[in-house]
């Protein structure tokens, strides 16, 4: 990571040694606890500027308080989301849509695809999510006491969905894990040959689609209309890029951390399998305690917030782990209570933005917990290993080996 000079606008007195990517406890550590160390934010200012703070070295503006990361995200008129992160990494400027549209071709956007991503529509879905949750699980107990939980359910898991939105058979599952790998977590080199290969998969797709059509998302796509039009063939792209991007790595995520949380908690274990009931609320507060992502946002002019100097341009980073620490939004933050009552996380982000796909990503791993607790025995991390997690853009998780023998 090469990192860029710091602004000659930012006072050094808000300069933090600190960042999401670099910092020693967002390394990849065996038994880390990323969580953790961005709760001990909430100990300093409100707001700081830390260098290195992207995939491309630049510096963010942190902020820290939940209430002012919502003022952020709910105000687009200042705070820009168009960044075209993923098409940055080709040398290209296109956004994912509608993730990285402004105001009002957001809304477009947003009201087009909306009704795909609805409460009834993932209900729909939910016959297929919990076979294949079924399907995963079965398989893993009928061949071991153990697993990697991480490559042999959440992923597996998480990534059928996602092809089954697209109309597609699991037989390229493992290329699909692999992309989402090393597009979030890799290096320079195989972040680019990951986006080359994902914007070559849906362009090609979206072809087939259009001379084949399908009772699929793609299909959808190809033949929908904005203002009396049809899309463009770079917002069908953006488009399915972002689906495939979000499909490929948070709720697997989510998964893995749940299940290590409960590998090392027996007791919240027990009472998650003995009254299933439990699980919704837990797995919002799970939610809360391991949030991943981290929400970049561009300043579209000049303004001082919360005594920052923040000028046109500047990076502003909201990240959900940060904010879902908050101890002047939830009592006691790092204690992790499974029937935490009005729990306003923003695991899902708020304001415009507010992610698209959360009744599916939920309903995912709701059905992921309440399958995994109720065929698999009392299990625990497996003697001898540990869980390896690290910080990022979004955050991470491997190495989650879960006994039950």
């Given at each position: 990571m090469v990192s860029k000079p710091i602004p000659d606008h930012v006072p050094p007195e808000m300069v933090k040694d600190f960042s999401l990517f670099l910092s020693p406890?967002?390394?990849?550590?065996?038994?880390?606890?990323?969580?953790?160390?961005?709760?001990?934010?909430?100990?300093?200012?409100?707001?700081?500027?830390?260098?290195?703070?992207?995939?491309?070295?630049?510096?963010?503006?942190?902020?820290?308080r939940a209430e002012d990361q919502r003022r952020v995200l709910q105000d687009p008129e200042t705070f820009s989301s168009h960044r075209s992160i993923f098409a940055s990494a080709l040398g290209e400027n296109w956004p994912?849509?509608?993730?990285?549209?402004?105001?009002?071709?957001?809304?477009?956007?947003?009201?087009?695809?909306?009704?795909?991503?609805?409460?009834?529509?993932?209900?729909?879905?939910?016959?297929?999510?919990?076979?294949?949750?079924?399907?995963?699980?079965?398989?893993?107990?009928?061949?071991?006491?153990?697993?990697?939980?991480?490559?042999d359910f959440a992923f597996p898991f998480a990534v059928s969905i996602f092809l089954c939105l697209l109309g597609l058979s699991d037989e390229r599952l493992d290329i699909f894990v692999g992309w989402g790998k090393d597009l979030l977590h890799g290096d320079a080199v195989k972040r680019t040959a990951a986006a080359r290969a994902i914007v070559q998969f849906i362009d090609e797709l979206a072809t087939l689609r259009r001379k084949d059509p399908a009772a699929d998302f793609m299909t959808f796509v190809v033949e929908a209309e904005v203002d009396g039009r049809p899309l463009t063939g770079e917002e069908v792209r953006g488009i399915g890029v972002l689906l495939l991007v979000a499909g490929l790595d948070t709720v697997a995520t989510a998964i893995g951390f749940d299940l290590a949380y409960l590998a090392r908690n027996p007791k919240d274990q027990k009472l998650l399998r003995n009254e299933?009931?439990?699980?919704?609320?837990?797995?919002?507060?799970?939610?809360?305690?391991?949030?991943?992502?981290?929400?970049?946002?561009?300043?579209?002019?000049?303004i001082d917030f919360e005594g920052a100097p923040i000028r046109k341009g500047d990076y502003i980073s909201c990240a959900t782990a940060i904010a879902n620490r908050d101890p002047a939004e939830f009592?006691?933050?790092?204690?992790?209570?499974?029937?935490?009552?009005?729990?306003?996380?923003s695991a899902f982000a708020c304001g415009p933005h507010r992610c698209l796909g959360s009744h599916l990503a939920r309903r995912e791993?709701?059905?992921?917990?309440?399958?995994?607790?109720a065929r698999i025995p009392a299990f625990r991390i497996k003697e001898g290993t540990s869980p390896i997690t690290y910080g990022g853009q979004v955050f991470g998780i491997e190495n989650v080996i879960l006994d039950w023998s």
């Amino acid at each position: 990571m090469v990192s860029k000079p710091i602004p000659d606008h930012v006072p050094p007195e808000m300069v933090k040694d600190f960042s999401l990517f670099l910092s020693p406890d967002m390394q990849r550590t065996p038994n880390g606890d990323p969580h953790a160390a961005v709760a001990c934010l909430h100990d300093g200012p409100p707001i700081f500027f830390s260098p290195n703070n992207t995939r491309d070295g630049r510096g963010t503006w942190v902020i820290t308080r939940a209430e002012d990361q919502r003022r952020v995200l709910q105000d687009p008129e200042t705070f820009s989301s168009h960044r075209s992160i993923f098409a940055s990494a080709l040398g290209e400027n296109w956004p994912m849509i509608p993730l990285e549209l402004d105001p009002p071709a957001h809304a477009v956007f947003r009201s087009l695809l909306n009704p795909l991503f609805s409460l009834e529509r993932v209900m729909v879905l939910e016959p297929v999510v919990r076979e294949r949750a079924v399907a995963l699980i079965d398989r893993i107990f009928a061949s071991s006491t153990s697993c990697d939980v991480m490559k042999d359910f959440a992923f597996p898991f998480a990534v059928s969905i996602f092809l089954c939105l697209l109309g597609l058979s699991d037989e390229r599952l493992d290329i699909f894990v692999g992309w989402g790998k090393d597009l979030l977590h890799g290096d320079a080199v195989k972040r680019t040959a990951a986006a080359r290969a994902i914007v070559q998969f849906i362009d090609e797709l979206a072809t087939l689609r259009r001379k084949d059509p399908a009772a699929d998302f793609m299909t959808f796509v190809v033949e929908a209309e904005v203002d009396g039009r049809p899309l463009t063939g770079e917002e069908v792209r953006g488009i399915g890029v972002l689906l495939l991007v979000a499909g490929l790595d948070t709720v697997a995520t989510a998964i893995g951390f749940d299940l290590a949380y409960l590998a090392r908690n027996p007791k919240d274990q027990k009472l998650l399998r003995n009254e299933p009931t439990r699980i919704v609320p837990a797995a919002e507060e799970l939610l809360r305690a391991y949030s991943t992502v981290q929400m970049i946002r561009v300043a579209r002019k000049d303004i001082d917030f919360e005594g920052a100097p923040i000028r046109k341009g500047d990076y502003i980073s909201c990240a959900t782990a940060i904010a879902n620490r908050d101890p002047a939004e939830f009592d006691h933050p790092d204690t992790i209570d499974l029937a935490r009552e009005d729990n306003r996380h923003s695991a899902f982000a708020c304001g415009p933005h507010r992610c698209l796909g959360s009744h599916l990503a939920r309903r995912e791993i709701v059905v992921g917990l309440e399958e995994w607790l109720a065929r698999i025995p009392a299990f625990r991390i497996k003697e001898g290993t540990s869980p390896i997690t690290y910080g990022g853009q979004v955050f991470g998780i491997e190495n989650v080996i879960l006994d039950w023998s």
